[in-house]
């Protein structure tokens, strides 16, 4: 084959595969008010997905966490507390020393136990929070 020949045969429409076309995509006017109350509606989803959903009757396709901006910011709070610190390592010094029987009771002692399950507590408390979940009385 020559070099026109190949030239000729590249140059030639594949046939192998219809191009498909796309529908060219839809769009909407809205109020300020109106995205605001459809973006609070979505939770986090995608807003044409949420009115695609919405309007079709179609189930909701949640992609990535599903949690709202709020939910992520205070689950970013919690692991912000969780890193920190020392927590987890000073815990598990204090347990290894409870362990094997070298911690002295001092007031200095309590003090970081108080501290290390305040800062517990409050991730808790984070976390119940960014899962929407209702705090229990304790």
Same mark, same amino acid.
């Given at each position: 084959m020559s070099i026109i020949?190949?030239?000729?045969?590249?140059?030639?429409?594949?046939?192998d595969k219809p191009k498909r076309k796309r529908p060219a995509p839809f769009s909407i006017r809205l109020s300020d008010t109106e995205r605001a109350r459809l973006l609070n509606e979505a939770k986090g989803t995608p807003l044409s997905a949420y009115i695609k959903a919405k309007t079709l009757g179609a189930p909701l396709r949640i992609r990535g966490s599903g949690y709202?901006?709020?939910?992520r910011q205070a689950l970013a709070q919690a692991l912000a507390l969780l890193g920190s610190g020392n927590l987890s390592k000073s815990l598990g010094e204090i347990s290894n020393a409870v362990s094997i029987g070298v911690l002295p009771?001092?007031?200095?002692?309590?003090?970081? /136990?108080?501290? #290390?399950? +305040?800062?517990?507590?409050?991730?808790?408390?984070?976390?119940?929070?960014?899962?929407? /979940?209702?705090? #229990?009385? +304790?």
């Open positions: 020949d190949r030239f000729e045969a590249s140059a030639r429409p594949k046939t709202s901006i709020k939910d009771v001092t007031s200095e002692t309590e003090a970081e /136990l108080f501290k #290390a399950v +305040q800062d517990v507590r409050e991730v808790r408390r984070l976390l119940v929070r960014a899962l929407g /979940l209702k705090e #229990a009385n +304790q």
